[in-house]
């Protein structure tokens, strides 16, 4: 069996990743010797980032700041003011419009009762991951679909807000899932930019995945060659035909 660290790096060449793979992991307990979380953030999609620099470990008061965060992970809102802000945020998302009452039951979560979250790069992980999430763009979340229909049989659903329901989606549907994020995520991550979604992949079965991935990739750069040459020729006037291009495409290599 590979390693998370061998995973990690077959991600990221077959990808071309600019972001490391991230695994999540949900325990009962805080692992022995994984640093405790220090510091605020601002909602809980930030320990992604965060996590890039190294292993960590949260708690339930880590998580405070952001109460649908809390919600998504099963985290218990204990005290009085998280019921409140988590029933004005509810009241205000209704009001625009953004998350009516009706679309709550909707929005994937944690079963509740497990405190500890765990945030590390793939390749440093202390657990098997839960999930593992990839920020990936257009051309690289095309190999990933690729990758999940053939693992799956099915194609990935796709979810928009709250962008951290993907890891709860990912967990209880134990397949993949894409996100397109959330306007929140959006402002709280520096690494979400425009032109990145969010894809978690089932942390058990990741090596399937990346194999997949790699296998997709090679086949994708020698099919896009194909399809260069073919245009071009016909482009040029020609009319040739598939044997007529792998010929040229088998020339060129």
Not at 39 to 50: D, R, T
Not at 128 to 151: I, K, M, N, Y
């Amino acid at each position: 069996m590979k390693s998370y660290g061998e995973v990690s790096r077959q991600l990221v060449d077959a990808l071309d990743l600019e972001h490391r793979p991230i695994a999540i992991s949900v325990s009962d307990a805080v692992p022995a010797g994984v640093p405790a979380h220090e510091g605020a953030v601002p909602a809980g999609c930030s320990f992604w980032q965060k996590a890039s620099r190294g292993p960590f470990a949260t708690v339930p008061t880590d998580h405070e700041n952001c109460v649908v965060g809390m919600h998504t992970h099963g985290l218990a809102l204990e005290t009085e003011a998280q019921k409140i802000d988590l029933k004005v945020s509810l009241d205000v998302f209704n009001e625009l419009g953004y998350v009516r009452t009706e679309d709550i039951a909707q929005i994937p979560t944690l079963e509740p009762g497990r405190g500890v979250v765990v945030y590390a790069p793939l390749a440093q992980t202390p657990l098997e991951p839960d999930v593992v999430l990839v920020f990936a763009s257009s051309r690289q979340g095309l190999l990933v679909t690729e990758a999940v229909q053939q693992l799956e049989g099915n194609m990935p659903p796709a979810l928009g807000r709250p962008a951290c329901a993907i890891v709860p989606q990912a967990v209880g549907s134990k397949r993949a899932a894409l996100s397109l994020g959330c306007c929140g995520a959006r402002a709280y991550l520096d690494v979400f930019g425009d032109a990145l979604a969010l894809w978690a992949l089932p942390g058990p079965r990741v090596g399937e995945y990346a194999d997949r991935i790699e296998v997709l990739a090679k086949a994708n750069q020698v099919l896009t060659r194909f399809h260069e040459i073919r245009r071009a020729d016909v482009e040029a006037g020609g009319q040739p035909s598939v044997s007529d291009s792998l010929s040229r495409l088998q020339a060129s290599s």
